[in-house]
């Protein structure tokens, strides 16, 4: 079935330094990709997404474009900060006209000042 | 401003007890789910509904349960055959008709065991 793999956590950088959180998904066709973040004790909210193959989305900083060829869909941000604290999740929804989201299992991000 | 409110942001059942977890959107969104979010872990989904009056389990259903009589609202009850309910429990919520809408999530409601 659809999945969603991320890297394990957690991530711990000083700030200013280069942010890579890898994500991969198993699905047929082209799924719709995302990235979604959680501050403590708040629900999820929408980071990027990308619905197509070679698309990139970005916010706030943050990049990540979908790669059809190697099933990825890699979340980078050139300089994180303190504020950029929290849980990353990468999720898909099939192609195949679904409601439902795959969401990886999160990856938690500690920025030191 | 649109957007979805969960109410209680905490809440406490004793044993043997049902409780229900509200969730509210005034998004006029289709399509409505619960999630169950464990210490350290990814979202499990309990239930969804795409239209009024009609609901589908999730991966984790057992123990609770659901209803969707007005679109705005989805309402989660935790009964008492839910074991091991200690959890931070989402709703979330999404446009139907299209395959690439993300979702709307609430801030959440942490249930505790007394």
């Known amino acids: 079935g659809d999945s969603v793999t991320q890297m394990e956590g957690p991530v711990t950088l000083s700030e200013e330094a280069f942010l890579t959180i890898n994500c991969t998904y198993t699905a047929t066709g082209y799924p719709s990709l995302f990235w979604y973040v959680q501050y403590p004790g708040e629900g999820l909210q929408l980071l990027l997404k990308a619905t197509k193959a070679d698309d990139k989305g970005s916010n706030k900083g943050f990049e990540a474009t979908y790669r059809k060829e190697t099933t990825s869909f890699h979340l980078e941000k050139g300089s994180v900060q303190v504020s950029d604290s929290a849980v990353y999740f990468c999720a898909l929804i099939p192609n195949t006209g679904g409601f439902k989201t795959i969401f990886g299992a999160g990856t938690r991000l500690f920025v030191k000042a | 401003d649109g957007g979805i409110t969960q109410s209680p942001k905490y809440l406490f059942r004793k044993e043997g007890q049902n409780v229900t977890l509200s969730c509210e959107q005034n998004?006029?969104?289709?399509?409505m789910y619960w999630y169950r979010q464990d210490p350290g872990q990814g979202l499990r989904l309990i239930y969804y509904?795409?239209?009024?009056?009609?609901?589908q389990k999730g991966d984790i259903a057992e123990g609770y349960s659901v209803s969707r009589e007005k679109k705005e609202s989805f309402p989660l009850t935790v009964t008492s055959a839910q074991k091991n309910p200690t959890a931070f429990y989402l709703c979330?919520?999404?446009?139907?008709?299209?395959?690439?809408?993300?979702?709307?999530f609430g801030d959440g409601t942490r249930l505790s065991i007394l």
């Open positions: 979330a919520s999404t446009l139907q008709g299209s395959g690439n809408q993300p979702q709307h």
């Open positions: 509904s795409q239209i009024v009056n009609d609901f």
């Open positions: 998004l006029n969104h289709d399509a």
